[in-house]
Each structure stands twice: as structure tokens, then as C-alpha cells.
């Protein structure tokens, strides 16, 4: 069982500007056509391209026997996903949003996630799970969710969340190339849809060809002396806006795009908070029992006399998510509660 | 496939006297002036471009433009006290089942007045005076309507439930096992299948292994027919056998309309998938049933402009209230997490 991959920065020639989705595709394409094990399946991906463009254009490159349509029947085609790959496929499967877990959590967390345990490592569940997180454009309370706090919780399979078009493509095809499920959430609003509120981060340069971005590693996406942010996913965005607000007032942000969650990177935030001495996470998931309890824990677990000052967390404070806007941007870590946070926290 | 229930011809559509057909079609005219406003307003303000998170009606928007002869012809046969599960496309059942215009379109504005102040939106209406819900999870209002249906039972009433849900959830478990339950418990229910022949990208035949969802139902025991045509006669009279059969504690029955998406499965659907689109407009259940009514000669143009101006005066007021109504305040975006 390979916990992290080798880093295969092998420097591709040349790149080129893509959005999240489209290098996110580019990545899916590369092994598909490098490896005949692999197909793509869920609802929506065939003729519509994914209904948050995560496949376009695989069904025209690929045909239907290698990108299907499915019956909006989770629990049967994710099972479908694990048996496939039980035998040797290598299957990407697309719940449509994470919020719909609901309906197929079975299959994932007992099976999917428990096989190569249970079999004692005789058995392998080498699938991707790829699926839509988060809100912010008023989807409300069942379309908006993040939850890869508690696909994280459960044991037994990895969890990536790409930010950006670089990532999105190098851990997509980590992902498919890992003997285990790799659980791939991206968030609508990093995906640079044309029909979403723009964001500039979403597009970027992307070597062509193939690369991987290790799972199990974080990035430090802006060095910084003062504080450390820990975020993932689009609140990695939020923050680095902020972080040039502060910047002029001469506060210097150090920010950790975690990237993978299972395996956490706890070295890179380690190495951080000693240090800055203060963190401040930040996490569009519920706070209670996840994601920024964890990360606080990473520290404490060590050595508590790291912290200079408590840890601030900027979270969904434990709300369903609301569909009306000013509601809902309450609720989301937007740019002003993340300075906030910060302000309090290198004050102390 | 048509599966009728046994002993039970498919009755004439001449047996509906002339006030309960222009009444369902007075049901079907509010319905569609609620959805094109609702559209109006969606668009109004997207841009510059298309951003579905912009505007006076943000978010996702599932309108029901087509599918108006199901819900016109079975609420027509349940009271306030009856009970509605629906959809992720629930408007026109709201409409039809009674739900008051201005708090659901004040809901849909995002707003404090809303049904649920502004924390549902339009895929979550709830409304306790008319026992009204929908979910955005496909098929999940089917689980909850067997217990309300149960509850009303226990409580010794006739007091029925119309659960819906399209034919592109019916491929779902929950569908199967709510069948299954429903059936065993004889549980007074009428289950609705709205095959608008998409489920988003994909057609029917691409999703579902039997011609009719009437099939499962008689597989699960259930008297079940499918309905052709988005005709809202058939609806009403095999909804009219529905609902006594549930009434007179004989059971559920399982009722497939095969309706129409008039328009994409949500605001913004380009529909690049869809081959049938020209042919769609012919298709549109209301001209259709006009023409039919005043070839009866129980619609003269006269009638069907009041009914069309009484539906706008109705449908302005309730959105007019919705916009006027005050947003709610984020310092209360925790309020209603627990009672
Ligand atoms: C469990 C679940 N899976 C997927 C979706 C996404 N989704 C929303 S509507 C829809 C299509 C539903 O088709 P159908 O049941 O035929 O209803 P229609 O939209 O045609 O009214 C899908 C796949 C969902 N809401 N819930
Ligand atoms: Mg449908």
C-alpha cells in the first residue's frame, strides 16, 4: 500500500492556460489514454460534460463505452465502481455533489473504504470518487456542502481537494494511479465555470503532458513570518486576497493550501506554526467535530507551547447552509471574517 | 405500457361536467404565469453574463413549464388537510395543493417572509397549513409521506398523501423501497411518477430498464396505470380512483403521467443534449387544452383572458409582496437550527 507517491516533477516542456475544470479533464484524459482500465461514470458526464464541466469532451474523445451516463442510482454505480475495481479496472465515479452521500454512504465508507482492510491487503479498491463541494451562489442547504470533514473521518480512504488548475490536473492523476479510493472534491467556485462568480485564480498555467502532485502533500502557497492560515480549496483564494490586504498593513500571512486531507500533512503545518507562532484556520466545512478541531490538534498533540496565541477557527459555525444570499455569506469564511480572525489572532 | 388497474376501465374524458374542466384549467394558467415571472426575475439581473449566484433569484431554478396536467389533476381531488411530498421541481404541485403565493414567492426571493424566512429557498418549501414539502435529494420525499400517511391513519382520519417524484428518480432506492413498505402496510398514499422523458441530460431510455414505471408498481403490488399524453382529464379521473381508493384505506396506487419539460432542467440548461427540442412548443399542454375547452364551447376568449389577467394580478401581487419584503438579517443566520 503506497501511503505517498513519489514526486514525479519530471518538468514538462511547455504549459498551458487552463481552468480548474478543463486541466481537471486534461488529467482524466491523459490516463484514459494511457491506461484502457480506465473509465469514467455518474450521472450527467456523457453528452452534458459533467454538469460542473468535469468531463467534457471525454464522451467525444472516449465513446460510451468508456464514459457512461448512469441511472441516478448511486448506491448501484458506485458499488458498480468497487467491483469494477476489485478486478482490476480503474474506475473515476462522479457523485454528482458530495451533499448526496446521503443516499450511497454505504457503499463508500463500509465498503469502498473498508475492503483492503478487511481482505488484510489482499484486495484492492484502486477507484477514484469525485465529487462537488461547496456554496456560495445560493444552492442552499442540500447543494452547498463541503463535508470532506467527514469523508475524511472515515478510515480507509484518501481524500484529496484541489484549489487550483495545476493541482486539479497533478492529483487527478495521482488519484487514478493510487492503489486505494481516492475521494477528489472540487469546488464549483476553483472550477472557473463561465456561468459562476469569476475567479481569478481558477485559471493558470498548466504544464502539458503528464505530471502528479503527491497526495499527502501540502503546499505553502505564500510564505509568510507572521501567522500561519492552514485552508484548502476556495478559501485558499479568500485567504491570499486577504493576506495582500494585510500585507500593507505589514502583517505577513503565511498560507498552507493542504491540498490532501487523507494523509494530512501535518510536517508542513508543524514547520509553519513554529514558526509564526499563531494559526488561524480556515474551513468552509462545519467546525464542530472536523476539519479545524484536527488541525488545532496537530499542534496541541505535540507541543502546545508552539501557540503564542489560541488558535482561531473561521468556519461554517455548525448552520445548515442557508439559501437566501446575506444568510448565507454570514455563514461562508468569506474574506472579511478570515481578516478578522487574523487581526485578533497576531494581536494577541 | 399502460397498466390499468384491474376491473377498472379507463373512464371517458366527457365525464368531467364543464365548471371542474375550466377549473383545472384556471389551475394550470396560475401555475405557468407563476413560473414565466419567476423566470423573468431569474434572468433580470444575472448579469453582465450569466452568474447563478447573482440577482433577486439566485441559485438553482427547476421550473415546472409543461408538467402543470399533473399537479392540476390530482390536487384537484385533495384538501389542505391532504399532504404533499414533492420535488426538486416543485412549484406546480405547490400552486395546485393551495400553498399561498406571496410567502412561497417570498421564499424564492430569499426572503424574511418567506415560508422558511429566507433559509429553503424554491427546492425547500415547507408549509404546515397545507402539509406541504419537497426535497432537493431526488425520490427522498417518498420515505417521509409514508409516515405522514401513516400518522394520518393512526390519527383515524381518510386524510391521504400525494408523493411525487420524476421518472429519473424512480431508479433510485429510496423509490423501491417506499413501494415496498407502502404496499405492505397498505399505507394511503398515491404515489406520482412525472416522466418528462429527461432526467437533466439523460433520457429515459438511457436511465430506466422497463417502458413504464406502472411495471414496478403491479411488481410491488400495486394497482398502477401510466397516463398518456400530459392529458389532465386522464390525471384527474385516474387521480380521482387514486385518491378513494387511499381514502377508503384500500392502499396505494401508483400513477406515471407522461408530461413535458417545456423548458431546460434548470434556468441556464442550454439543452445541447436534447433532440426533441423543436418539437417541444406543439407539445405545450395549455394552448392544447384551450383548444379543447372552447371547442366544447366551455372557453370563449373572453373567459380565457379574465383567467390569464386574474392569474398575472395574483402572481404580481405575490412577487411584488416578495420583493418589498425585507432580506433577512445575517446576525440571525443561526436562528432555527433547533426549536
Ligand atoms: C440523490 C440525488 N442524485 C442526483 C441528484 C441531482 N439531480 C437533481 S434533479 C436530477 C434529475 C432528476 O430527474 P427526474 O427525477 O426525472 O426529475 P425531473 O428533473 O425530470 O423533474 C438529478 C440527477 C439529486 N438531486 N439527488
Ligand atoms: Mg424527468
Redesign the pocket.
Given at each position: 500500500m503506497t501511503i505517498i507517491e513519489q514526486p514525479v516533477d519530471t518538468a514538462p516542456q511547455s504549459s498551458h492556460r487552463l481552468t480548474t475544470s478543463k486541466a481537471m479533464v486534461e488529467g482524466i484524459e491523459i490516463e484514459m489514454a494511457r491506461d484502457p482500465s480506465v473509465i469514467y461514470l455518474g450521472?450527467?458526464v456523457g453528452a452534458y460534460g459533467g454538469i460542473f464541466s468535469s468531463t467534457a469532451g471525454l464522451l467525444d474523445r472516449f465513446g460510451p463505452e468508456r464514459v457512461l451516463d448512469t441511472p441516478?442510482s448511486?448506491t448501484a454505480f458506485i458499488g458498480l465502481g468497487i467491483g469494477a475495481a476489485v478486478e482490476g479496472m480503474r474506475p473515476v465515479v462522479e457523485l454528482?455533489?458530495a451533499d448526496?452521500m446521503g443516499?450511497c454512504l454505504d457503499q463508500i465508507y463500509n465498503h469502498m473504504a473498508k475492503i483492503h482492510y478487511e481482505s488484510g491487503g489482499n484486495v484492492r479498491v484502486p477507484m477514484v470518487l469525485t465529487t462537488a463541494v461547496g456554496g456560495g451562489y445560493s444552492d442552499g442547504a442540500q447543494h452547498s456542502q463541503c463535508l470532506w470533514g467527514t469523508f475524511a473521518h472515515l478510515p480507509g480512504m484518501k481524500v484529496v481537494v484541489p484549489s487550483n488548475p495545476y493541482d486539479a490536473k497533478g492529483l487527478m492523476i495521482a488519484a487514478i494511479r493510487d492503489d486505494n479510493p481516492v475521494v477528489y472534491m472540487f469546488h464549483k467556485g476553483v472550477m472557473g465555470l463561465p456561468w459562476m462568480v469569476k475567479n481569478a485564480r481558477a485559471t493558470a498555467d498548466v504544464p502539458e503532458g503528464e505530471y502528479t502532485v503527491p497526495i499527502g502533500e501540502a503546499k505553502v502557497v505564500r510564505p509568510g513570518s507572521d501567522v500561519t492560515v492552514v485552508t484548502l480549496s476556495l478559501s485558499v483564494h479568500h485567504t491570499l486576497d486577504v493576506a495582500e490586504t494585510l500585507a500593507a498593513d505589514g502583517i505577513d500571512v503565511e498560507v498552507i493550501d493542504l491540498r490532501s486531507l487523507v494523509p494530512l500533512d501535518r510536517e508542513t503545518i508543524l514547520r509553519s506554526v513554529g514558526k509564526t507562532g499563531h494559526l488561524v484556520v480556515v474551513d468552509e466545512d462545519y467546525q464542530s467535530f472536523g476539519l479545524s478541531g484536527e488541525i488545532a490538534a496537530t499542534i496541541t498533540d505535540v507541543d502546545p507551547g508552539m501557540l503564542r496565541a489560541p488558535v482561531a477557527r473561521v468556519a461554517n459555525p455548525d448552520t445548515p447552509i442557508p439559501y437566501s444570499h446575506p444568510l448565507e455569506y454570514a455563514i461562508l469564511p468569506r474574506q472579511d471574517r478570515i481578516e478578522a480572525a487574523i487581526r485578533r489572532t497576531v494581536s494577541r | 405500457m399502460t397498466t390499468t388497474t384491474p376491473g377498472r376501465p379507463h373512464p371517458m374524458q366527457s365525464e368531467l361536467d364543464g365548471p371542474t374542466r375550466v377549473g383545472l384549467y384556471r389551475t394550470m394558467v396560475l401555475i405557468r404565469t407563476f413560473e414565466e415571472a419567476i423566470r423573468r426575475d431569474y434572468y433580470a439581473d444575472k448579469g453582465p453574463g450569466f452568474d447563478i449566484g447573482k440577482g433577486l433569484v439566485p441559485g438553482e431554478m427547476?421550473l415546472a413549464a409543461g408538467q402543470e396536467p399533473v399537479a392540476a389533476g390530482v390536487c384537484a381531488h385533495l384538501t389542505a388537510d391532504d399532504a404533499v411530498t414533492a420535488?426538486?421541481?416543485p412549484h406546480h404541485f405547490a400552486i395546485a395543493h393551495g400553498m399561498d403565493l406571496t410567502a412561497m414567492a417570498a421564499e424564492i426571493f430569499g426572503r424574511e417572509t418567506g415560508l422558511g424566512h429566507g433559509r429553503g429557498g424554491h427546492m425547500h418549501l415547507f408549509d404546515p397549513s397545507t402539509h406541504f414539502s419537497c426535497s432537493?435529494?431526488?425520490?427522498?420525499g417518498y420515505p417521509p409521506a409514508l409516515g405522514q400517511a401513516f400518522a394520518f391513519r393512526h390519527q383515524g382520519t381518510d386524510r391521504v398523501v400525494v408523493a411525487v417524484?420524476?421518472?429519473?428518480?424512480?431508479n433510485?432506492g429510496a423509490f423501491h423501497e417506499s413501494l415496498n413498505l407502502a404496499a405492505l402496510w397498505k399505507l394511503p398514499v398515491v404515489f406520482v411518477v412525472?416522466d418528462?422523458e429527461?432526467?437533466?441530460s439523460v433520457p429515459r431510455s438511457a436511465s430506466t430498464s422497463v417502458h413504464s414505471n406502472a411495471t414496478r408498481g403491479v411488481s410491488y403490488g400495486i394497482p398502477a396505470e401510466r397516463i398518456r399524453d400530459n392529458d389532465v382529464e386522464a390525471v384527474h379521473l385516474a387521480a380521482s380512483q387514486a385518491v378513494a381508493r387511499a381514502r377508503a384505506g384500500e392502499g396505494p396506487t401508483l400513477l406515471e403521467v407522461h408530461t413535458l419539460?417545456l423548458w431546460g432542467?434548470f434556468e441556464g440548461d442550454a439543452q445541447g443534449y436534447r433532440g426533441d427540442l423543436d418539437d417541444v412548443p406543439a407539445r405545450d399542454p395549455i394552448p392544447t387544452y384551450r383548444t379543447t375547452l372552447s371547442a366544447a364551447g366551455l372557453l370563449d376568449d373572453a373567459t380565457a383572458q379574465q383567467i390569464s389577467d386574474e392569474a398575472s394580478a395574483r402572481v404580481e401581487d405575490a412577487v411584488t409582496f416578495a420583493k418589498e419584503s425585507p432580506l433577512p438579517d445575517p446576525a440571525d443566520a443561526g436562528a432555527y437550527v433547533f426549536a
Open positions: 450521472e450527467d441516478i448511486e454528482m455533489f448526496f443516499v | 427547476h420535488t426538486h421541481r432537493g435529494i431526488i425520490a427522498e417524484t420524476g421518472e429519473g428518480a424512480a433510485q412525472e418528462n429527461w432526467g437533466i419539460r432542467h
